[in-house]
């Protein structure tokens, strides 16, 4: 009795065999989908928070003031990267002077 290996050296020669298998090894690799961002869209008032390294009532009051602009979805309040770099350059950096 043959073995398959046996039957499928009679089949295919190694060389085709080896050129099919990286043809569809290739194929794959470039069909494939890039990996999605694992960045969200939006950022919670926490996330937020810990990216800017700011207090959570810090985060209200740049909210109210215009300096971070969120969005209300639903009771919360999301934040957009685009905004979040945005008041980034919005916050100057305050200095203390001895007089």
């Known amino acids: 009795m043959e073995t398959i290996a046996g039957i499928i050296k009679d089949v295919v020669s ?3 065999f080896k050129e099919t298998l ?3 090894i290739n ?3 470039d069909d494939r989908q890039p990996a ?3 960045e969200p869209a939006f950022f919670t ?3 937020v928070r810990r990216i800017l390294h700011i207090s959570l009532p810090t985060v209200d ?3 109210h003031a215009g ?3 969120g969005q209300k979805c639903g009771n919360r309040i999301l934040y957009s990267k685009d905004s979040i770099q945005e008041a980034l350059k919005g916050i100057s ?3 203390f002077k001895r007089v």
């Open 67 to 69: 300096i971070l602009k």
């Open 93 to 95: 950096e305050v200095k």
């Open 14 to 16: 190694s060389n085709d």
């Open 22 to 24: 990286r043809a569809t």
């Open 36 to 38: 999605p961002d694992s």
């Open 27 to 29: 194929k794959a690799f």
């Open 45 to 47: 008032r926490h996330d």
């Open 61 to 63: 009051k740049y909210t």
